[in-house]
C-alpha cells in the first residue's frame, strides 16, 4: 500500500526556518514526481514544489522562489522542503504528494497518493 509520511511541521517566528520531510513508501519512489502543497484555513490548496526523483527537475511556485529548496534522497525515499525566511502569510497544512513521472512535472489532478499533512505556522 502506497503511502506517504509529513513531518517537520511547527511554530516558528517570521524569518526562521523549517525542514519539511515526506517519506514515502509502498510505490517505486524513482518512478515518481513528489509535489508539495499547501492549505491555509479559507484558502485552496496551492502547489508550492515539485521534484522529478529520477532527474532532479524542480518546480517553485511564486511565492516560494528564492525562499524554499526541495530535494530529494532516493536512498532513504524521502523528499525535503528547505523553507527559510519564513512569512506569516506561509501558514497553512503542508501536504506531500506522488504522481507517476511521464517526462514532465505533474499537473494537480494526476497526483495519486497523499499524505495527512503538517501544520505549519510562521508568527509575526
Known amino acids: 500500500e502506497a503511502q506517504l509520511v509529513e513531518s517537520g511541521g511547527g511554530l516558528v517566528q517570521a524569518g526562521g526556518s523549517l525542514r519539511l520531510s515526506c517519506a514515502a513508501s509502498?510505490?517505486?519512489?524513482?518512478?515518481?514526481?513528489i509535489g508539495w502543497f499547501r492549505q491555509a484555513p479559507g484558502k485552496e490548496r496551492e502547489g508550492v514544489s515539485c521534484i522529478s526523483t529520477s532527474r532532479g527537475t524542480t518546480y517553485y511556485g511564486d511565492s516560494v522562489k528564492g525562499r524554499f529548496t526541495i530535494s530529494s534522497d532516493n536512498a532513504k525515499n524521502t523528499v525535503y522542503l528547505q523553507m527559510d525566511s519564513l512569512k506569516p502569510e506561509d501558514t497553512a497544512v503542508y501536504y506531500c504528494?506522488?504522481?507517476?513521472?511521464?517526462?514532465?512535472?505533474?499537473?494537480?489532478?494526476?497526483?495519486?497518493?497523499w499524505g495527512q499533512g503538517t501544520q505549519v505556522t510562521v508568527s509575526s
Open positions: 504528494a506522488a504522481a507517476y513521472f511521464v517526462g514532465r512535472l505533474p499537473t494537480y489532478y494526476e497526483y495519486d497518493y
Open positions: 509502498g510505490f517505486t519512489f524513482d518512478r515518481y514526481a
